[in-house]
């Protein structure tokens, strides 16, 4: 969807499996490449990847992972939620020779910014890319709270993987138009 020189939000749900990380990378690779931003597509490949790569480790075992954009003309913003691990995601000082810890530093100094929430039933982490993208929270996020009210990324929930499967629950519920 383009609306404003935005397009997205686009989004994909994946089981919390390690292994598609590449396919979670071709895919980020795909949409940025396809849209006249300024954005390096392997940095935000390579951000998509650690950040979806955390969920798995700290999320529920057995959940699910949301990974999300949306993309204007002066930048992007990737989005990864997971069931809702116990910590909240932040920068760990340690040596370079510590096990984890680096990914949220890859983060940090490839996305102009990033920051973390806990919509109900899910832990969100997202970054920007090129110009911030500048809207009220209310706004920026109305289509993953929507995602999230009929698709749980817990171990046993509903799973829906993307936006046939959400449009066709949300008019089910009558939760749309």
């Given amino acids: 969807m383009i609306i404003g020189g935005c397009r997205g939000p686009g989004w994909q749900v994946f089981d919390a499996d390690p292994r598609l990380g590449r396919q979670i990378r071709d895919w980020i690779t795909s949409a940025i490449s396809g849209h006249d931003c300024p954005v390096d597509a392997a940095d935000a490949a390579l951000v998509v990847t650690e950040l979806f ?11 699910r992972v949301l ?4 993309l204007w003309q002066q930048g992007a913003r990737l989005v990864v939620c997971d069931g809702g691990g116990p910590d909240t995601p ?3 000082e340690g040596g370079q020779l510590a096990e984890g810890g ?9 996305a102009a910014r990033w920051g973390s929430f806990r919509p109900t039933g899910a832990q969100a982490v997202w970054c920007d890319f090129g110009q911030p993208l500048h809207a009220a929270a209310d706004d920026a996020w109305a289509w993953l709270h929507m995602v999230l009210s009929v698709c749980t990324l817990s171990p046993g929930g509903h799973h829906f993987s993307g936006h046939a499967d959400w449009h066709a629950a949300l008019t089910a519920s009558g939760a749309e138009g």
């Fill in 53 to 63: 790569s955390n969920a798995v480790r700290h999320g529920p075992a057995g959940g």
């Fill in 67 to 70: 990974v999300g954009y949306c």
């Fill in 90 to 92: 932040r920068l760990v």
């Fill in 102 to 110: 680096r990914g949220l530093h890859v983060v940090d100094s490839l």
